[in-house]
């Protein structure tokens, strides 16, 4: 069994920051991707931003130049920094970790950009 423990969330003005994580624990052997998912409510779930096991990463468009994926291999460990927070960056924010023949997501982060 795997688990993902997502933590980093919270309330911040527009133009802060955050660093949101997520852990991976249990029977975590090969990964093929980990990525970030949001929603905000009525609006459709969006990648946010994946990382592969090649080392690419991709961007949605609403957050190039702002947002960057990272991990960590040796802890199993996926991040997400974000900078110069706008209030449409909203949303609670799913962690995603693709191990080939299964995929996990997180509990989910709550993520507030307000003034």
């Known amino acids: 069994q795997v688990q993902l423990v997502e933590s980093g969330g919270g309330l911040v003005q527009p133009g802060g920051s955050l660093r949101l994580s997520c852990a991976a624990s249990g029977s975590v052997l090969s990964i093929n991707a980990m990525g970030w998912y949001r929603q905000a409510p009525g609006k459709q779930r969006e990648l946010v931003a994946v990382t592969t096991s090649g080392g690419s990463t991709n961007y949605a468009d609403s957050v190039k130049g702002r947002f960057t994926i990272s991990r960590d291999n040796a802890k199993n460990t996926v991040y997400l920094q974000m900078n110069r927070l706008k209030p449409e960056d909203t949303g609670v924010y799913y962690c995603?970790?693709?191990?080939?023949?299964?995929?996990?997501w997180g509990q989910g982060t709550q993520v507030t950009v307000s003034s």
């Open positions: 995603y970790i693709d191990l080939f023949l299964n995929g996990y």
